[in-house]
Every structure is written in structure tokens, then in C-alpha cells.
């Protein structure tokens, strides 16, 4: 079973729609959560992190569920500018504190 | 724009060839981490400088062989690479190792292609 499992899309949404992505890991002793964004032949960027309550920055908002082991990120009113592969990302201490990363969702907003 | 340089941005080398990859992060950062992003794969991470001593090996083998000489520079050198090598080599930095928030900043990578 993979560590961080996101269904890898493609998710091909009009401009406006409101998407999800779901994420699963599977080890109960990680830590910290984030999303992060790779637009193509470029490098990951932090999107935001996951906090247990949940947290919303602008038109994302990020869900955790600890009991589950389930990651969320939601996209309101989506933009052209919004395609990329988002990332979902689990940190957890083993020898030392390590990010482990899914594959990634492609996401594909068209006019 | 991120803090992390690093060259070159694209390599071509032949199996007996060897040479390095350069990393350079601006952000006064003391955590450095060599990730590999093969095709439809997730990132790997590769290894883990902390204070420019190595906190993580993650069983790779040792035709890839890392240096830092500082807190701000990170080397990858390369050896009889094999074709299933080429991949995208992907820098990172962050303010420390083992922070539950420290956010990593990935460099543009270089992409390798082993012939």
C-alpha cells in the first residue's frame, strides 16, 4: 500500500466549478499535513498546510481527518489558473522528520 | 524567485560519464534535501543535511554520492548512472529538520537523462 494515495485525475473542471481532492495515508504517526502545487516542468510549491480543525486560505479550503486518515482540498470558483498537479503531502519523524509525497491529482480547469 | 538555485537545469550523460548537480538556497536556511521525481512517481526524498551533516540516507545507492560543504550549498555527484536514473532532481531547503511546520522551498530542479 502506497504511504500518501491520491486518485491522480485527470479532474477537468469549467472555469467557475468548484472541485475536490481526496488524499489517504497510511501511517497513523504523521505529523504534519500540506498541499502542495507542481505546475508542469516546474517545481513543487507549498499550497497551505492541513491544521486538525480545518483552514481556509481565499477560495481553498483544507480538511483532516485523523480518525480516517484522509486529507481533503476543496477549490471554489475555480481559474485557468488553477490547473496543476496538486500534491497532497504527509510529514512524520522516523530516523529524522521526512515529508513523504503522493503522486499527485492533475486538475485541468477550461474556459 | 524561491531562494533555491540550482545547475544545470537539464544534464544528458552517458553511463560512464560523471558529474554533479549544484544547489545554492539564499534563505539563510539550516535543513538541505535532495529529492528524485521520476515519471508518474512520487517525489523521493534522497538525502537530508542538516547543519551540513547527514541526517538521512534513504537507501540510495551509492553511484549517487552527496557533499554539502556549508549550510548553503548542496552537491549531487553522479557515477555510472543507469538509464533508469533520469528523473528530475529536485533541491530543497528549509529553516530546520524536524519541524512539524517548516515549510520546504524546492528548487527548479535539473533533469537528468542518462543515455
Known amino acids: 500500500r502506497k504511504e500518501v494515495e491520491q486518485d491522480p485525475g485527470p479532474f477537468n473542471v469549467p472555469e467557475g466549478a468548484t472541485v475536490a481532492f481526496n488524499c489517504t495515508y497510511s501511517?497513523?504517526?504523521?505529523?504534519?499535513f500540506f498541499w502542495y502545487r507542481q505546475d508542469c516542468r516546474k517545481e513543487p510549491k507549498l499550497l497551505m498546510s492541513?491544521?486538525?480543525s480545518g483552514n481556509e486560505d481565499g477560495r481553498f479550503t483544507a480538511q483532516l481527518n485523523r480518525a480516517s486518515q484522509y486529507i481533503s482540498l476543496l477549490i471554489r470558483d475555480s481559474k485557468l489558473s488553477d490547473s496543476a498537479t496538486y500534491l497532497c503531502?504527509?510529514?512524520?519523524?522516523?530516523?529524522?522528520?521526512?515529508?513523504?509525497f503522493g503522486s499527485g491529482t492533475r486538475l485541468l480547469v477550461r474556459p | 524567485e524561491t531562494g533555491v538555485t540550482q545547475t544545470p537545469r537539464h544534464l544528458v550523460m552517458g553511463m560512464t560519464n560523471k558529474k554533479s548537480l549544484k544547489c545554492e538556497q539564499h534563505?539563510?536556511?539550516?535543513?538541505m534535501y535532495w529529492y528524485k521525481q521520476s515519471a508518474k512517481k512520487p517525489l523521493e526524498l534522497m538525502f537530508v543535511?542538516?547543519?551540513?551533516?547527514?541526517?538521512e540516507n534513504n537507501s540510495v545507492p551509492s553511484r549517487f554520492s552527496p557533499e554539502c560543504p556549508n549550510s548553503s550549498h548542496l552537491f549531487l555527484h553522479l557515477h555510472t548512472l543507469q538509464p533508469e536514473d533520469s528523473a528530475l532532481y529536485l533541491c530543497?531547503?528549509?529553516?530546520?529538520?524536524?519541524?512539524?511546520?517548516?515549510?520546504?522551498?524546492f528548487g527548479p530542479g535539473t533533469r537528468l537523462t542518462v543515455l
Open positions: 534563505l539563510g536556511h539550516n535543513a
Open positions: 543535511y542538516s547543519l551540513e551533516e547527514r541526517v
Open positions: 492541513v491544521y486538525s
Open positions: 503531502v504527509v510529514g512524520l519523524m522516523d530516523s529524522s522528520y521526512k515529508l513523504i
Open positions: 530543497a531547503s528549509s529553516q530546520d529538520v524536524g519541524g512539524s511546520t517548516d515549510t520546504q522551498y
Open positions: 501511517n497513523s504517526a504523521s505529523q504534519s
